[in-house]
Structures are given as structure tokens and as C-alpha cells.
């Protein structure tokens, strides 16, 4: 194999990934993960049974597959709109956790396909634990991001009251998910980020 060849596979081989991950997102979120068709996936990528076994071992890990792709996204569009806020001068802890916090209730909404999948259960076995080690993993996430108080002695943040914030956020998401339309979402994410930023108040 020439030198110019493994870049050429590697590619060939995302390309086959991502077209199997695009069309189980279709499939998965039209039937559920029980009534899914390994046949459908691999016909709507123009793919073979062989490459879905190969890049994902099967239907459960392709679900979960699925389920990381999604969630690394959301983390990125929470970390990004931290970034951005902390590019404008924001310093503030609670505003930053609010900054995150609405880009993921946005992901929410634009990704609502997978959130209302995600949401209504029913995944393969060990799903759950997979999903309670990402919420944890988020949990931590925002420990750090709430490392200080909002009142002048800088203390931390209590274990408890982050978890109820991110619960409070993560339990939003949801019903941003299942909202009729888009301005019926974005009223509901306002309103609960508004009174997180309340309870937060000093």
C-alpha cells in the first residue's frame, strides 16, 4: 500500500461511518430501537451489513454510537457558547453556566430527532448506564464551571445545588425537545434560564 493510498481508505472509511451513523439517525428515530432494521440502515447509507459490523459491531453499538456523536455535539455547542461569553469579558460563573446552558437547550431543540429518541428509553441494554455515566461526566462539567459563588466570599458551589442546576437544565431539554414549535421552545428555555438566574441571584 502506497503512502498516498491510507489517506484515501481513512477517508473512504469516514465517509462509509458517517453515511451508516446519518442513516441510522433516520431509522432509529422513525421506529425505535426494537423495531429498527439493520437492513434499512444499511440500504439508506448504500452500504453493506459487512461495513456496519465492521465500523460498529452491530445495532446496540451503533445506538450508542449514535447516542456519543450526539452528545459530544451538544458539549461542544455548550463549551463554544462558554468560550464565546468568556471572549466578551464574562466572568461571572453563573452567567457562563447560563451561556452553556442555552446553547444546549438550542442543540435541543435543532437536534430534537435524537433528543426525543434519547428521551423515550427503550435503547439497548447497558444504555442507561451509559447515559447516567455522560450525566455525571456533565455534572462534573459544571462543578468546575461553578467553582465560585455569586457572593463576595467566592465560595464554591455545593455539590447539591449543581446537581439540581444541571438536573433543572437537563430536564428542560426534554420538553424544549417535545415542544410544538420553535418560539413555544425558545419561550420555555428562557424562562427556565431566567429563573436559574434568579435562584442564583446573591
Not at 500500500?1 to 489517506?7: A, E, I, L, N, S
Not at 429498527?36 to 437492513?39: E, K, N, R, T
Given at each position: 500500500?502506497?503512502?498516498?493510498?491510507?489517506?484515501r481508505l481513512r477517508g473512504r472509511a469516514e465517509t462509509t461511518r458517517n453515511a451508516l451513523l446519518s442513516s441510522a439517525r433516520e431509522v432509529f428515530t422513525a421506529s425505535g430501537f426494537a423495531e429498527?432494521?439493520?437492513?434499512d440502515v444499511v440500504a439508506g447509507a448504500g452500504a453493506s451489513v459487512g461495513s456496519l459490523y465492521h465500523h460498529f459491531g452491530g445495532k446496540a453499538e451503533l445506538y450508542l454510537a449514535l447516542f456519543e456523536d450526539y452528545q459530544q455535539r451538544q458539549?461542544?455547542?455548550?463549551?463554544g457558547a462558554v468560550r464565546?461569553?468568556?471572549?466578551?469579558?464574562?466572568s461571572d460563573p453563573v452567567a457562563l453556566f447560563v451561556a452553556g446552558s442555552r446553547a444546549y437547550l438550542d442543540g435541543c431543540?435543532?437536534?430534537?430527532?435524537?433528543?426525543r429518541l434519547f428521551l423515550a428509553g427503550g435503547g439497548p441494554p447497558g444504555f442507561e448506564l451509559v447515559a447516567r455515566r455522560r450525566y455525571r461526566e456533565w455534572t462534573r462539567r459544571?462543578?468546575?464551571l461553578l467553582s465560585h459563588g455569586p457572593d463576595d466570599a467566592g465560595e464554591p458551589w455545593g455539590d447539591a445545588l449543581v446537581l439540581v442546576l444541571t438536573t433543572v437544565v437537563s430536564e428542560a431539554g426534554h420538553e424544549v425537545a417535545v415542544c410544538d414549535n420553535e418560539d413555544s421552545a425558545g419561550r420555555l428555555a428562557g424562562d427556565v434560564l431566567a429563573l436559574i438566574s434568579r435562584i442564583a441571584a446573591p
Open positions: 500500500m502506497t503512502t498516498g493510498q491510507v489517506p429498527a432494521s439493520i437492513a458539549e461542544a455547542r455548550a463549551a464565546q461569553a468568556r471572549g466578551e469579558q464574562e431543540w435543532a437536534e430534537r430527532d435524537l433528543a459544571n462543578a468546575a
